[in-house]
């Protein structure tokens, strides 16, 4: 019996990453699920790979009339919706205070918080009582990395969104939640080469109590629960994924006395 037997959900950036990663484990728990990115050859390959359980559709998270398409076309392929996990997100170039342009950052702002609440907007019509709603924030909103204004900024609005959101949707039965990863193992960081993904790893494991980075899987079972009835009763709160980065940062090697 899976967590999921019967739901529906709806994942943006599901043909990448944390979003393909949870896709593929909401398939393997009974759900059928729709895909969204902007990759029709990363679309098509997930969808052919994951069969009929899954919808792919070109939609841009960006354009609520776009969200509001893909969301009308899934319901009428699988007949309702339970789970939305607005998890598309950009981190794009970086936005140093003196060189950055603006179509840069609002770039990053449109798809990381405009995005996420039109898409959220478009599903609620669909949504009923104890449907659940997930977002994706990142440790970047809290841990002041150099030079990602726009990136960090992002996401700290998308946590404050949750809670927001969740004080509008409790009335309704509908959860609202954040999942918060730290450095994971995605194509966001641009490292395709593998000696690249290793040089990164490498760079940033110091500084993780863990000392490594997380899988996708990883953070794609923290999407089920929150996805699932087993959180229930858990609404308007971010669980982060990040290793320990954000809570025990004195337990990371770098401070590990020989
Ligand atoms: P990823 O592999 O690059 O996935 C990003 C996904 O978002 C892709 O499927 C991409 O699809 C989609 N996307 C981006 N812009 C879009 C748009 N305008 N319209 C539709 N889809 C769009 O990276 P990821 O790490 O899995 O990222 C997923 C989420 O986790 C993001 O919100 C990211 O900010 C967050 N996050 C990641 C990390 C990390 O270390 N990996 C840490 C903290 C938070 P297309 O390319 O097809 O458009």
């Avoid at 559709?57 to 996990?85: Q, Y």
């Avoid at 194509?187 to 593998?194: D, L, R, T, V």
């Amino acid at each position: 019996m899976g967590k999921l037997n019967g739901k529906v959900a709806f994942i943006t950036g599901g043909n990448s990453g944390i979003g393909l990663a949870t896709a593929k484990l909401f398939v393997a728990e009974g759900a059928k699920v729709v895909i969204t990115g902007r990759n029709q050859t990363t679309l098509s390959s997930v969808a052919e790979e994951l069969g009929a359980n899954v919808l792919a559709i070109k939609a841009d998270a960006a354009d609520p009339a776009s969200m509001e398409n893909a969301v009308s076309s899934g319901v009428a392929t699988f007949g309702k919706l339970d789970i939305v996990f607005a998890n598309a997100g950009i981190a794009a170039a970086p936005t140093p205070l003196g060189s950055t342009e603006l179509s840069v950052f609002e770039e990053i702002l449109k798809v990381n918080v405009t995005g996420v609440f039109f898409t959220v907007q478009a599903a609620l019509p669909y949504l009923k009582e104890g449907a659940s709603v997930i977002l994706t924030g990142s440790t970047l909103a809290t841990n002041g990395g150099p030079e990602r204004s726009a990136y960090a900024a992002s996401k700290g609005a998308v946590s404050s969104m949750t809670r927001v959101l969740a004080s509008e949707l409790s009335p309704r039965g509908i959860r609202v939640n954040t999942l918060v990863p730290g450095a994971t193992r995605t194509p966001i960081w641009g490292k395709s080469k593998p000696e690249e993904a290793a040089r990164l790893e490498a760079a940033l494991a110091p500084a993780i109590p863990l000392q490594r980075m997380a899988d996708p899987e990883e953070v794609a079972k923290v999407a089920l629960f929150l996805a699932s009835d087993d959180s229930s009763y858990v609404q308007g709160t971010e669980i982060v994924v990040d290793g320990g980065a954000a809570a025990a940062p004195l337990g990371a090697p770098i401070y590990r006395q020989g």
